[in-house]
């Protein structure tokens, strides 16, 4: 249970399944079908073996374990640096990525002085939170570390500095993706706009988006902040962490702040977040001043011990057990996937597209959203939205409940679990995502012996039950118009 602690709502069980919002539960499932990472996926054996043998030290701590519980947290912090961070580099844990918005928020306003615009990159394709927390505000019902809060309401503390908003497109009207050029063009033209009314600008730069999409690009984000030193920050939205910890790690060089979260591409479970802060940064954050009304999202032991006495100890909650549990699971799979060479990942995740797409170009009934792929760079596409018929929103939320169901018109049936419909304009997709256990596993086998296709047998077995079981789903919709 303590894994589905510390955080709102959305990751709360319900009683009767034993389930969260997005359907995983707090122990491995048998015999399911995840290909739902773009979402939430359950965790991993690998992963419950890492967070139990925490929960077991901690329990095992002395009475007084706050020295045990710091080390605990710093121990996690060290080892997200070691894996995407650049020496120098600071981590602070946060619940979710919603909560690292509220996390940049608070570094950008401590580094500019002037009134704050944020600039958020394709908002609808990131979080229905988003844009509440990208302005300070309540962005839900219930916080994390506090129960009940005003949604919509602006953090206490903050009530007196607002902070506009703003977004810059990546799609068109009608769905279709905007040119990298286009978007890369508008990026400069907003901060200009924001500069020129006297505001400082916290300009995102989105690596992925829940259709595995993004920008504008990180060249582009270098030149806005070059020409605007003490003016601009950067923040990459890196929450999916589809792109190379190479990536990460130059994003930190080039003083960018970069959010991450251990709960999509890594599969750990839901609410895991970083917020990481470049070295050019840390002597900025001796002005730290976070808001009071932050306590909701933030606990003392998030955040690193040179800056917890910036966080008023009677009000901020010392730990959130939860979120080091979740993040010991999504820890145990980003070391073990980075300790595979790139190109096996590689290989992995193009035999894992090949398969996917054949399955969609098998079907005339799906198609995929985007045909190219956008985000860091290079490599095979991780994220896959595909729509069914007309991609009418009814019909896509329809099946993606069935696809979760272990029974369908009567007939017991695999349970599949696939990323939550996405609507872009006026059609609903679901995604099809593949994720670092997948890899993990698979190469694992390839380097005891076998081949890709044989290593690969059990996940394309699972793909083809998958589109199996929404072909049936539609044969049964159109039987019932």
Known sequence: MFLASGGDERI?????TGRNR???????????????????????????AAASCAFDNWIGLPADGRIGASAWFDS????????????GTQAVLCASGTEAEILALTIAKTMLPRPLRNIVVAPKETGSGVMAAAAGRHFNSNAALQGSVAKGEMLAGWENTPVKTASLEIRNISGLLRSKDDVDRDAPTCVEGALRAGDDVLLHVLDASKTGQGGPSRETARDIAKANPGRVVVVVDACQLRCSF????????????VMITGSK???GPPFSGALLIPPQHVAALSRLRAPPGFAAYSARFDWPPFLRAKLQAGLFAPIN????????????EIEAYAAIEPARREQVASAFSELVIQCIDARPHLRSLDRRSAGAGAGAPTIFPIVTEQGETEQALAIYRALKENVVAGTPSHICNV????????????RICISMPIIIDTAAKIDAGADLDRAMR??????ETVFEKWDRLIGTSRRRV
Not at 321 to 329: D, I, N
Not at 419 to 430: E, F, W
Request: hydrophobic share 55%; with cysteine.
């Open 12 to 16: 709360w069980l319900d009683p009767l």
């Open 22 to 48: 997005y359907g995983t539960p707090i122990a491995p499932p048998e015999d399911e079908a995840w290909f739902s990472s773009s979402t939430a996926t359950a965790i991993s054996a690998r992963g419950y």
């Open 76 to 87: 996690l912090r060290a080892r997200i640096v070691a894996c995407f961070g650049v020496e």
């Open 246 to 257: 190479a990536a990460i790690k130059a994003d930190l060089e080039a003083g960018f702040l």
């Open 265 to 267: 591409f890594a599969a």
């Open 321 to 332: 057990l939860g979120l080091a549990l979740r993040w010991e699971a999504a820890l145990a």
């Open 419 to 430: 990323g939550q419909p996405v609507v872009i304009a006026n059609h609903s997709a679901l």
């Open 458 to 463: 059990r996940i394309q077995a699972d793909l």
